[in-house]
């Protein structure tokens, strides 16, 4: 479990450090996912993939 799969915003930062994750990066993406049930957008969006992966790995999120 080294590559990068799946849709960028449900990404964990253990996914974009490339060293490798575990089955844990799951929770990030219920996480996500549970954000979005509650606000209706994701935590996390920018127009380019290399500004989202920044803010994934700050963890810069706002929650109303």
Do not use: H
């Not at 930062?13 to 575990?22: A, C, D, K, M, R």
């Not at 993406?29 to 380019?48: A, M, R, T």
């Amino acid at each position: 479990m080294s590559t990068q799969v799946g849709t960028p915003s449900y990404f964990a930062p253990e996914v974009l450090s490339g060293n490798g994750y575990n089955n844990s990066v799951d929770y990030w993406s219920i996480g996500v996912i549970l954000y979005i049930l509650l606000c209706g957008y994701p935590p996390f969006s920018e127009d380019s993939n290399e500004m989202l992966y920044e803010k994934i790995k700050r963890g810069e999120f706002e929650f109303p």
